[in-house]
Every structure is written in C-alpha cells, then in structure tokens.
C-alpha cells in the first residue's frame, strides 16, 4: 500500500467541557476521497479545521508526508497552504475574494506560487473555469455577479489551479441546486482519479458520500464510531448511530 | 488449479441496533470455491441468503466469522479483513459485480458510465468509449442514449448499462445478480452469449439466475444456499 499524505493519531479536543474531538485517528492517500458524515455539531468540521492546521488540538499529532503540521509553525503551514493543500470552504465568498475578478481570482492564486507570465497566467485561469463549466466570458467578471452554484465552482477552479495533493472541502454541495451538486460530484470524482488529488470533504449528505467517497467515517459527538469502505459502511453498518443515520435518509 | 475466489467458513449475521439489537443469522459456514473459466448458481429458496452471499462476495457486506480469499495481482487477498484501500483495488482489477440496481453520479453519459472502469484500470480514454459503445450496441441499446444519463431509461435499459459497464472491463471474477431479470428474449440470448465467451476466455462466475432457460445455458453447476437454521 501507498504511504498516506496526512495522517493524524489520537486527536483531542475539549471546548469547555464538551468534547469536539474524541481520540480520532485518520488518514489519508493520493487519488482517495474520504468522507467524513454526522450529524451537525458532531464534530466534522472541527476534525476538517484541526487536519488543515487552522485549529490546534488539546493532544495528537497531524502529520503532512511525516511533517508535524502543528509544529512546523506559521510560515511554513501558509505555504502548505498555498501549494500542497487547497480548502474549498462552505460558503464560497470566504474562499474568494469578492473585489478580483473571476479570472484574477484563479490567476491569484498561481502568482502566489511563482507565475508571471501574464498570457500563461491567463490561458491556465480560462483551462480552469471550462473544467468547472464557467463560460469563458465571464473571466473579468465579478464574482459577486454570479450565482451560488457559479461562486462555489469558481472556488473549486482557484483552489485547484496550483495542483494540490490535498483538498479540505468542508460541505461543498451545500445549499447548491440538485443539479450543479452532481455536475460537482462529478467533477471532483473525476479529478481525483485523473490527477491524483487526494480529497478530504465534510457532509451531513449521505447520497453524495455514498457517490463520491472511497471511504467513509461516521462521526457522532466528536468520536468516530464507524469508518471503512463507503459502501459496506452504508449497506451493512454495524453501530447503532450509523444504522439510524442510514435509516433516517429518504431513498434517493 | 487454485481458485479463483474461494470462501472458508464464511457466516453472517445482522444485528438491528434500532429493534432492541435482534440478530439475524443468515449464512453459516459456506465453503464456496469457483475456479476461472467455471460459472456457479447460486441455488435455493427465495430469503435464503443467494443475495447476501454475493454481497459478501463484494466485500459490500462485512462477514461475521472466515474469510474470502480472491485471487488478486500476485496473491491472494482475504476481503474479510482486507484494508479498504486494497478492497478498492481488487474490485478495479479483478472483481466486477453486476447487480440489479444501477447506482451512478447524476448527469454523467452513459457512454462515460460504461467507460469508467475500463479507465480506471488504465485503458486509454478513446479505447474505453470504443468497447463499451461497441457492448452497448451488442446488448441493443440504442445510439441516441449513449449520450443522455440512465436516469431516465427503463428497467430493462438500465440493466444493459450495467451489464455493459460489468462485462466490458474483462475482470477474471465477476458476480451476476439476476442479470436478465428486465431483459426481453432477444437481449436474454445477448447476456447467455456474453457469460459464456467470459467462462471461454477464463472468468469465474457467480451467479443468481431465476430464468431456468439462463441457469441451465450458462451455469457448470449449481451451489445450494440454505436458510441458515436448515443448514446448521
């Protein structure tokens, strides 16, 4: 088996006297969709901010290719953060920013990493907003002129413009028409298996795990009491909590 | 000849958590083995557990005691306690699965449902859309669906599609459940033709065949699933 990129190990995290994290332990490899599902408040996206090192667990490890994620400091975790990792956020007006273009904020992004030359600059932003399905039109447009489903896709073409290995996605497909979450399933699924992105994506969305993820975890009051294979996870659960989740889904 | 899957002692049980943690044993000890080029029916009475055994054979069910032994790459690999990573694999490789029900992302082509997994065991893209257009049209799928998504297509259509997308990649296992059950005459005769040139070119079948006219064309033998009290 591949080495994985991340791997965290016994993840604490109290706030107050609630536990958001309960010894959690995960990995992950190149190429594999994990999905991480609970109800709200169990502690998902928690788990999602301590991985990416935007939050610091009471106790654990994080570690990127062997690298302790929270010890490398902040420098080095921005730079992280710019190049290996992408984070597709919630709502994509905190993952863009509003006063650039659409086309400035994929080209930012590669500029941020070493790009100058204005015409590949460019041609790659415009490559990116037709994999996203962005006509190309719209490159000096505003972000804030397009719709939900526009502003979550364009997200995604800035994160992935730099070629991370890693993408955090924390609900992705959120509040989005039926229609634009599958065309964004699709084209996350299809991305990980061409270029190897490894993708990490928070849901409370059972169908869209059991489409995209290779494997799933099942989290419940910060703990993970379930995890494996998407589909055996899902036909077959074993825990009680995983059997109602399951069971509490409308057949789609 | 080792097999090419073989099950040891394979039981499963299912406890429901939500009514009071009743637990329903449904396979005891099966010992199954199926070796490349030979088609198996699974054989017995309706609720005795043919669907749960596939699934098991899947990896898609967890297995409560033994072990499924696949042949795989090099080895051998038990998808009883195998990482799901490596289950992932010995599916894009070697174990294909036909089952009844057609499961796929929204919006996506048929022609690039079909061709998926031939992509994902490395067939070049334009090789994949041939042979899988070329299965399409063998099971009498018309040409003017291969480009809209299934969702909307018939049962029987359905099914083509998925046995297209199960029977283009070539995997040296592969599992039929119930793979004419939608299926008219002509295309029945398609799908008998197909498990045979797989058994010829050397795959392992396992199989639930309702139609008497499938089963006795294409299986070698049949394996009998008892309800589980009967077979204790």
């Known amino acids: 088996m591949t080495t994985p990129l991340l791997t965290a190990e016994g993840l604490n995290l109290h706030f107050g006297a609630i536990a958001a994290l309960r010894d959690v332990a995960i990995d992950i490899t190149a190429g594999e969709v994990v999905a991480i599902v609970g109800e709200s408040g169990s502690g998902k996206t ?73 015409g590949n600059i460019r041609g790659e ?41 890693l993408v955090f996605m924390d609900e992705p497909t959120g509040g989005l028409d039926v229609s634009v979450q599958a065309r964004l399933l699709d084209l996350i699924r299809s991305l990980s298996r061409e270029l190897g992105l490894a993708v990490l994506i928070v849901t409370h969305d059972i169908a869209a795990a059991r489409l995209l993820a290779d494997r799933i975890l099942v989290m419940r009051r910060g703990e993970v009491v ?17 059997q109602l989740l399951v069971s509490s889904v409308l057949a789609a | ?45 309706s609720g005795a557990g043919k669907s749960t055994l596939m699934r098991c054979l899947y990896g898609n069910y967890g297995a409560g005691a033994g072990r499924i032994m696949l042949r795989h790459g090099a080895g051998e690999i038990d998808l009883v306690s195998a990482d799901p990573r490596d289950v992932i694999a010995a599916r894009r490789e070697t174990l294909g699965y036909v089952s009844q029900f057609l499961r796929v992302i929204p919006r996506v082509a048929t022609r690039d449902i079909v061709a998926e997994p031939m992509i994902a065991r490395g067939v070049p ?47 040296p296992v592969l599992l039929l459940d119930e ?26 079948i396992i199989g639930i065949f309702h139609d008497a006219e499938v089963r006795e064309a294409v299986a070698d033998r049949l394996f009998e699933v008892l309800p589980h009290q009967d077979a204790a």
């Open chain 1, 226 to 242: 379930e995890q494996g294979l998407t589909d055996r996870v899902l036909d077959d659960p074993q825990h009680p909590y995983t």
């Open chain 1, 125 to 165: 932003a415009l490559s990116w907003l037709a994999k996203v399905e962005i006509d190309a039109t719209r490159i000096d447009d505003l972000p804030r002129t397009f719709s939900g489903g526009m502003q979550q896709r364009l997200q995604i073409a800035r994160t992935l413009v730099t070629r991370p290995k």
């Open chain 2, 1 to 45: 000849m080792t097999p090419a899957i073989r099950t040891e002692g394979l039981s499963k049980a299912f406890t429901l958590h939500l009514q009071g943690g009743t637990r329903i044993p449904v396979l005891g000890g099966v010992d199954l083995a199926v070796h490349p080029g030979e088609c198996v029916a699974l054989w017995g009475p």
């Open chain 1, 46 to 118: 928690t788990l999602l901010r301590v991985l990416s090192g935007l939050m610091a667990p009471d106790s654990g490890t994080v570690r990127w290719l062997g690298q302790d994620v929270h010890a490398m400091g902040e420098a080095a975790r921005r730079r992280l953060m710019r190049t290996d990792w992408g984070f597709v956020h919630q709502n994509p007006r905190d993952g863009l920013r509003l006063a650039v273009s659409a086309g400035g904020n994929v080209g930012e992004r590669l500029m941020a990493v070493g790009a100058r030359h204005y």
């Open chain 2, 125 to 171: 893209r334009e090789e994949a859309l041939a042979r899988g257009t070329a299965l399409l049209h063998r099971l009498n799928l018309p040409e003017r669906l291969h480009g809209l998504p299934p969702a909307t297509f018939s049962g029987g259509e359905q099914q083509r599609v998925n046995l297209a997308r199960g029977f283009a990649p070539g995997y």
């Open chain 2, 179 to 204: 793979p004419t059950a939608s299926l008219d005459a002509a295309n029945r005769a398609v799908v008998m033709a197909l498990i045979n040139e797989a058994k010829a070119a050397g795959t392992a």
